[in-house]
């Protein structure tokens, strides 16, 4: 499903501002030879990640789902000088080529890789969160939530990706185990009361969360 119609994504790149070098080497390489590139957050939604971040000037950013390094280094844009982003992904060949690119940029000292299941490696970082994005395994979002939660700050930001899930969530009934994990997301989000959230229609849909 064509979500947002291509004259119109088309459009908000051309009035968008560019990529710098590096990013756009890693978006030409996603797109041409890896078989998941619909995973990349890309050049519209990757400025949206930045300028949020840049905004909130966070000391600490989680990153749940590395993939090819593209939102990440978008995310560390807004960094303190002295602030950290911990990135984590499951599968080595994608966490070893995110991290080529992480070495080659200029934030490659503020960027901590983990390579590794999501779930058992958040409960060992140490820290407390001004920014997450989640954009890892769909059924699995509630979990990550749950485990980062108590250690966002006060007024601290996540953001959660693909929550239209190419859109199957607008399906009746929803199906398959990704959908259903998202929708689920979904609604455990809009009844919680401890949080204000705004659905950003961008791409494959973000979840902009601000802990109460």
């Not at 000391?59 to 390094?69: A, D, P, Y």
Request: charged share 25%.
């Amino acid at each position: 499903m064509d979500l947002i119609h291509p004259s119109v994504q088309q459009y908000a790149e051309a009035y968008t501002s560019g990529e710098d070098a590096l990013m756009q080497e890693i978006n030409k390489f996603t797109v041409s030879q890896h078989k998941e590139a619909v995973m990349l957050s890309g050049h519209l939604q990757g400025k949206v990640l930045e300028m949020i971040s840049c905004m909130i000037q966070p000391r600490r950013i989680l990153e749940i789902g590395t993939f090819t390094g593209y939102s990440g280094l978008c995310l560390a844009k807004g960094l303190t000088n002295d602030g950290l982003l911990h990135t984590i992904e499951l599968r080595d060949a994608d966490a070893h080529l995110a991290r080529a690119y992480f070495d080659r940029s200029s934030y490659a000292n503020q960027i901590i890789s983990h390579t590794g299941n999501a779930l058992d490696i958040i409960p060992q970082l140490e820290e407390s969160w001004d920014l997450v994005f989640i954009d890892a395994d769909k059924p699995a979002y509630i979990e990550y939530f749950n485990l980062v939660f108590p250690r966002l700050r006060k007024n601290g930001f996540i953001l959660a990706d693909n929550i239209f899930f190419h859109g199957q969530v607008l399906e009746e009934p929803v199906k398959g185990k990704s959908a259903k994990g998202i929708q689920a997301f979904n609604d455990f989000i809009n009844a919680r009361t401890d949080i204000e959230k705004v659905v950003l229609t961008i791409r494959d849909g973000l979840y902009l969360l601000r802990k109460l």
